[in-house]
């Protein structure tokens, strides 16, 4: 379905019970007070304090627009703007707690399931001139790992190694040149912004927590390693068309699915939350690792 622009800022009451699509601090000061405001913003969603996008001023000139996919848009959240696009758009992701850092205006466009071709159709149309800043995460859905985290938790004797396989096919044969296309029309679209790629986390540690899914320890370090190639290339392609990258594998390390502080939910009810990164994920992981990268970028063109 066409992703479109969150229409309300209203927050949905509920976690809709339907199946979605999947797709290190550095110990300074600044990095400290980001984190601290980013936990201030998940307790103030908590308490039900956050109205939404659309209450942000023009602060500083400052237009943010965030694209991508689940990752971008907060999946694994557990709370959304209420909309009818299925896009799953969170104010406990990323790109809307780095807004109220940021000041100014958030488009949120990023969209649950959403591809490189997605992402060029229905995302870039909002960006111009006047934006300052832009993330994108993007790649996930093209290397279709829902596909493969669907076979890799089928039980014995079944196996994922030909869907890790084809996967990595992707990542290394097509998606660098449908990164390319993508990379330059944003820079084309938005001349005086900062842009920065975002890449994912390693989602697992070698155990096996959950009965719902049994990967092995074996099939966990390919798609951990199957996660580090996808950084490369997409670091890569980002660094080709004066991109940043924020990383945020180092971030996420001691919490991914089964660590004793879980950043990123195992397999989930709704099933649309699995494999995506919780609140705190978001807020400690992504956050201060996005806004270090924004920070120190310089304008794509």
Not at 79 to 91: F, G, K, L, N, V
Not at 190 to 200: C, D, M
Not at 278 to 298: E, F, M, S
Request: hydrophobic share 40%.
């Amino acid at each position: 379905m066409p992703e479109r622009p969150a229409r309300s800022p209203r927050l949905a009451t509920h976690v809709p019970h339907r199946a979605g699509r999947a797709g290190g601090y550095t110990g300074s000061r600044r990095s400290r007070a980001r984190v601290l405001l980013a936990l201030m913003l998940v307790a103030a969603l908590a308490a039900g304090g956050f109205a939404g996008t659309e209450r942000h001023a023009h602060a500083g000139g400052v237009s943010y627009v965030a694209l991508g996919d689940s990752y971008s848009s907060g999946v694994g959240s557990r709370t959304y703007y209420e909309s009818d696009d299925e896009c799953y758009r969170s104010p406990a992701g990323y790109p809307a707690l780095l807004s109220a850092e940021l000041g100014g205006r958030l488009d949120f466009q990023a969209c649950s399931g959403a591809g490189v071709t997605a992402v060029r159709v229905n995302q870039l149309d909002a960006l111009d001139a006047a934006t300052t800043h832009v993330t994108v995460s993007v790649g996930g859905n093209d290397a279709g790992f829902a596909r493969v985290l669907t076979a890799c938790a089928r039980p014995w004797p079944y196996t994922c190694w030909d869907e890790i396989d084809s996967a990595k096919t992707v990542i290394t044969e097509s998606l660098p040149g449908r990164l390319d296309t993508l990379y330059a029309e944003i820079v084309e679209r938005a001349p005086n912004a900062t842009v920065v790629a975002v890449g994912y986390p390693r989602l697992f540690n070698g155990e096996q927590c959950n009965l719902a899914a049994q990967i092995t320890p074996s099939e966990q370090a390919e798609l951990n390693a199957t996660a580090d190639l996808l950084a490369e290339v997409t670091g890569d392609r980002a660094a080709a068309h004066g991109l940043g990258f924020a990383d945020p594998r180092e971030a996420f390390l001691g919490h991914a699915v089964c660590d004793s502080a879980e950043w990123i939910n195992g397999v989930s009810y709704p099933i649309l939350e699995s494999y995506h990164p919780n609140r705190t994920g978001y807020a400690r992981g992504y956050v201060p690792v996005v806004a270090d990268r924004l920070a120190a970028g310089v304008p794509a063109a």
